[in-house]
């Protein structure tokens, strides 16, 4: 799999789910298992890429050879991917980051009560539309997008507010695609008016694919 292409390329990639603290017990997350991104970063250092993983929790095991760093949070997330964002002329948001958090979590468990009980949620930082702002000439900055619908129009919005070359858009109710399983099917949306349909397949093999397409538009970028 070494690819003269791919050598010392270095690429940012980050993956899973994050979490989002209510009190020492409880916590919100999302369906992510951090399959989709493991494999992106699996192959793109097989490839000879030098790789930084950031990751929220998962039960994968690290990829060989990658650089690792662990979060939780969405503010954790978006804390290491600043902190190495400079020094990655490639970069793939894979991770699936809260948008939303409780707005005030405890250092204590909230013990139950009779009735309900309202959670207040505030927004996280949007990491990606940070880096879309902050990118440098050389610099590759590519987007996922999981919507149950009009995913071709957010995903064509998400280009120009994001500021990205690409969006991988997964289809997340098609039966076998998006969160968790092993397969997916994605729609790769370029910058330049591209589309480009991967059809169902396995994750390692749709990586492979979503590798291809990115390095075709580093190489024009950096012309
Ligand atoms: O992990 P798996 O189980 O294998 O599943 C893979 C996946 C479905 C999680 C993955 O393929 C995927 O689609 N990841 C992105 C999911 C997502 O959060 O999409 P979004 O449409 O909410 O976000 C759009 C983009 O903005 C993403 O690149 C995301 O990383 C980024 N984002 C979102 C919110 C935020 N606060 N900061 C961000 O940077």
Not at 6 to 32: C, Q
Not at 43 to 48: I, K, Q, V, Y
Not at 71 to 88: C, G, I, K, P
Request: hydrophobic residues 35%; charged residues 25%.
């Amino acid at each position: 799999r070494e690819n003269p292409e791919w050598h010392g390329k270095t690429m940012l990639v980050t993956a899973g789910p994050t979490r989002e603290t209510i009190d020492p017990v409880r916590y919100f997350t999302n369906r992510s298992s951090g399959k989709m991104g493991y494999a992106i970063a699996e192959e793109a250092s097989a490839r000879g890429a030098n790789v930084t993983l950031i990751s929220g929790p998962t039960n994968l095991p690290v990829p060989r050879g990658v650089n690792f760093i662990s979060v939780e949070s969405a503010e954790q997330m978006r804390q290491a991917v600043y902190s190495v964002f400079q020094e990655n002329e490639m970069v793939i948001k894979c991770a699936a980051v809260a948008d939303y958090r409780p707005k005030n979590t405890f250092d204590q468990k909230i013990k139950k009560q009779d009735g309900e009980w309202t959670i207040e949620m505030e927004r996280t930082n949007d990491i990606l539309k940070g880096l879309g702002e902050r990118r440098t000439i050389g610099q590759t900055l590519v987007g996922f997008a999981a919507e149950s619908q009009q995913i071709e129009e957010y995903a064509k919005k998400k280009i120009v507010s994001k500021n990205v070359d690409m969006i991988v858009a997964n289809s997340i109710t098609s039966p076998g695609s998006g969160f968790q399983g092993d397969t997916n099917e994605v729609t790769l949306y370029k910058r330049t008016g591209e589309v480009i349909l991967v059809p169902m397949d396995t994750k390692v093999e749709v990586a492979k694919r979503i590798l291809d397409e990115i390095m075709i538009i580093h190489k024009e970028i950096k012309k």
